[in-house]
């Protein structure tokens, strides 16, 4: 079975840092773009950041753009999303979900596999 999950997540102060995490398995993981997305409540799901199988295409959504990065560990089946400066805007359940195929989309319809979120509380 294809399984992700999400962890990695806490209450922070802002300004403050996180890394989550991305555990993948039941399926060629070096195949597939992963994409970070969260939802906070009462508001649709939004993209924040996805990256290629392999090499390094990467695309963040604007509002985390030189605050949040995207990296993966192939041999670990596993993708990261570090968080920096942090704000309480931030706050949200972040989901990880594998695309399509191994370029990234930024179109969330495109990511069919979506693991247990894990919750980012950003205090002011």
């Known amino acids: 079975d294809v399984q992700l999950q999400a962890s990695g997540g806490g209450l922070v102060q802002a300004g403050g840092s996180l890394r989550l995490s991305c555990a993948a398995s039941?399926?060629?993981?070096?195949?597939?773009?992963i994409g970070w997305f969260r939802q906070a409540p009462g508001k649709e799901r939004e993209g924040v950041s996805y990256?290629?199988?392999?090499?390094?295409?990467?695309y963040y959504a604007g509002s985390v753009k030189g605050r949040f990065t995207i990296s993966r560990d192939n041999a670990k089946n596993t993708v990261y999303l570090q968080m920096g400066s942090l704000k309480p805007e931030d706050t949200a359940v972040y989901l990880c979900?594998?695309?399509?195929?191994?370029?990234?989309?930024?179109?969330?319809?495109?990511?069919?596999?979506w693991g247990q979120g894990t919750q980012v509380t950003v205090s002011s």
């Open positions: 039941g399926f060629p993981f070096d195949d597939y773009a």
């Open positions: 990256r290629s199988s392999v090499g390094s295409t990467t």
């Open positions: 979900a594998r695309g399509l195929g191994s370029h990234p989309s930024t179109e969330r319809q495109e990511y069919t596999a």
